[in-house]
């Protein structure tokens, strides 16, 4: 029983390295590098939208607290006089 044990240990975990190795190849490649580049690339920009989203909501919500009219009111306001 012990040898069974130990033959489906070993088994298991040279299916495992073989399974990490080729993922980290295909990492290594210039496609997978690409994709990770895409990916980060890609993340910064929906980051970056997301700050902006949430700059412009704050903003809006604090002219509303003060009173202050937003930008757009004040050039309406300019193009009708």
């Known amino acids: ?3 069974g044990l130990w033959f489906a ?3 298991g975990a ?8 080729r993922r980290a190849a295909e990492i290594l ?3 997978g590098l690409q994709d990770r580049l895409g990916a980060v690339a890609l993340g910064a920009r ?3 939208d997301e700050v ?4 412009a909501d704050a903003e809006t919500e604090v002219r509303a ?3 202050v009219p937003s930008h ?3 050039q309406l306001e300019r193009g009708n006089n």
Not at 14 to 21: D, E, I, K, L, Q
Not at 52 to 55: C, F, I, M
């Open 46 to 48: 929906m980051f970056r």
């Open 9 to 11: 240990a070993g088994a």
């Open 1 to 3: 029983m012990r040898r």
């Open 72 to 74: 757009e009111t004040k």
């Open 52 to 55: 902006a989203q949430g700059r």
């Open 29 to 31: 490649t210039a496609d």
């Open 65 to 67: 607290r003060l009173g």
């Open 14 to 21: 040279g299916v495992y390295a073989m399974v990490r190795g």
